[in-house]
């Protein structure tokens, strides 16, 4: 687009706003239409690769007993067909549920319009999968020219959250594709991403895959390779990075809650943090290798 991102800022915050409003005024028989489910074609846009079919069958559920409570958002074409905008998960479950028409709103609007509505539409939900998330972050940062501030801003999310997303999209193809398929995690991809050399990534994936190791323990083959420059054996994965000696006795194992809970804090901040303790008394460290990576901590903790 011709028109610089701090204006192309403003015209998302009016687009988005009116979407809100179009979302209070539901129960207005005047702006809600029954449009005929054939009509309606999917959102090229659309960010989402993956729909869980047991989602689907409960949003069907609830379609078949109280119908659909919030209209789906569409554009015209032409010739009586219409785009769908938003609202791809209960357009799905209509058709399951044996519908044939769906309530929806009807708004013209451009193909950029479009566009950001959908990405954010379904990046302000919880259910995408990382790499979905990242190409949607990727696709509307693309399309619109925005910094990473200004894509932050518009998705809700910290900085720091949306440049650790966007990483993602620098892991191998199979890597990103395991990623959206739910047979790996991020946090596996992220410990795959921490090695730099592809062969050494590809052996690390099939680690993961074959074993079935935890993300702490794909960091820590990912760190020793850091220090060795090659992935650990299987009696090496316990010694020191300072010294080729076995380390001492190794701590009592972290619980479920407490491994969870640094899973999650190391894809938050996307570098190596380390719990110890209990979820009464413990301690927590965080590894960071350069400036930027302790600017997005500083982001991503809301200093």
Not at 28 to 49: C, G, S
Not at 233 to 254: C, F, R, Y
Request: some cysteine; hydrophobic content about 35%.
């Amino acid at each position: 687009m011709a028109m610089g991102n701090k204006g192309l800022g403003r015209g998302l915050d009016a687009l988005l706003g009116g979407v809100k409003e179009d979302e209070t005024i539901t129960s207005d028989a005047a702006e809600v239409r029954l449009i005929p489910i054939e009509a309606i074609t999917p959102n090229p846009h659309q960010p989402r690769r993956e729909f869980s079919e047991e989602a689907l069958k409960d949003l069907c559920a609830s379609i078949k007993t109280r119908g659909v409570l919030q209209p789906v958002l569409i554009r015209p074409l032409s010739r009586g067909k219409y785009e769908l905008v938003a609202g791809e998960r209960r357009l799905r479950a209509s058709k399951l549920a044996g519908l044939t028409e769906i309530p929806t709103l009807l708004r013209e609007m451009s193909d950029q319009e479009s566009l950001a509505i959908a990405l954010i539409e379904n990046l302000q939900r919880e259910d995408l999968n990382a790499v979905e998330e990242a190409l949607g972050y990727q696709q509307l940062q693309q399309q619109f020219g925005l910094s990473q501030d200004e894509l932050a801003r518009q998705v809700g999310k910290s900085r720091s959250a949306v440049a650790n997303a966007l990483r993602l999209l620098n892991l191998p193809e199979s890597v990103q594709s395991e990623i959206q398929q739910g047979s790996m995690s991020a946090g596996h991809g992220r410990a795959i991403m921490a090695v730099t050399d592809s062969d050494v990534q590809s052996e690390l994936q099939q680690r993961i895959n074959n074993t079935g190791m935890t993300v702490r323990q794909a960091e820590a083959q990912a760190s020793f390779w850091k220090q060795h420059g090659r992935l650990p054996g299987a009696d090496e994965v316990g010694q020191s990075t300072t010294s080729g000696k076995a380390s001492k006795a190794v701590s009592k194992p972290l619980s479920p809650e407490l491994e969870e809970i640094q899973a999650k804090l190391n894809e938050l901040l996307n570098v190596k943090v380390k719990v110890s303790g209990s979820l009464n008394k413990g301690k927590v460290t965080i590894a960071y290798d350069d400036e930027e990576s302790l600017r997005n901590i500083v982001d991503a903790l809301g200093s």
